[in-house]
């Protein structure tokens, strides 16, 4: 399967700390992206690093890309009680795209 | 602008109907992409489309499942027979320029279908 894995599955931290996820995938890519899920909601895009990138921020988040490890990884720093939702990394391989099965973060009051 | 529409957003059917869901591209975009999660599953690329043509079904089932994307109106994602493992959340998603070329997918509030 060429679809991306997150790791952790699930993660939980008080506010203020910040939050690390990772994803894994297994082919070359032309760009990999990170989603957010409320629970019963539709997808957010968060954010879209290129191949030839290495590191990208927007606001509080900042994705790394390393395509010789093939893996990213999502930090939020000083997480609130806002950002509890599943994220999850989606590679973008031809035609489709690749969504791993999502990290649950909860970040408690 | 608005967003990605998906009608309805919540669905119920009973084994062996049809199941019909819809979804409204943002306006611009000519590419539709429909996506299936399971519970407790990320989501499984099912098929991509663009206006009259299916560019890639290798997602979708053989059987039961059909799509369209119709010169006119919204992009149709057919569910016949259904049967309970079918029930999920349906998500559509467009882009106005297509995979492979960097541009972002705009997700959909999603269908909830739920087989009796």
């Known amino acids: 399967s060429q679809q991306g894995e997150e790791d952790p599955q699930a993660l939980s931290i008080q506010e203020g700390e910040n939050a690390t996820m990772n994803c894994s995938y297994k082919t070359s890519i032309n760009n990999l992206q990170w989603y957010r899920q409320n629970s019963g909601r539709g997808l957010v895009h968060l954010i879209l690093i290129r191949s030839n990138e290495r590191e990208k921020h927007s606001g509080r988040l900042r994705v790394t890309l390393d395509t010789s490890k093939k893996s990213s990884s999502l930090l939020i720093t000083a997480s609130r009680a806002a950002d509890t939702a599943s994220y999850f990394c989606a590679t973008d391989v031809g035609n489709q795209f690749y969504f791993g099965t999502g990290t649950s973060l909860t970040v408690i009051p | 602008n608005a967003g990605v529409m998906q009608n309805p957003r919540h669905l119920v059917r009973r084994r062996g109907q049809e199941a019909r869901l819809r979804c409204s591209p943002m306006k611009g975009h000519s590419h539709v992409y429909w996506y299936r999660q399971l519970p407790e599953e990320g989501l499984k690329f099912m098929v991509y489309?663009?206006?009259?043509?299916?560019?890639?079904e290798s997602g979708m089932p053989k059987e039961r499942f059909s799509a369209e994307f119709p010169k006119e109106g919204p992009s149709i994602l057919r569910i016949q027979q259904v049967v309970r493992g079918d029930s999920a959340a349906y998500f559509c998603a467009s882009s106005p320029l297509g995979t492979g070329t960097q541009e972002t997918q705009y997700f959909g509030p999603g269908t909830r279908l739920l087989v009796l």
């Open positions: 489309l663009q206006k009259e043509n299916i560019i890639d």
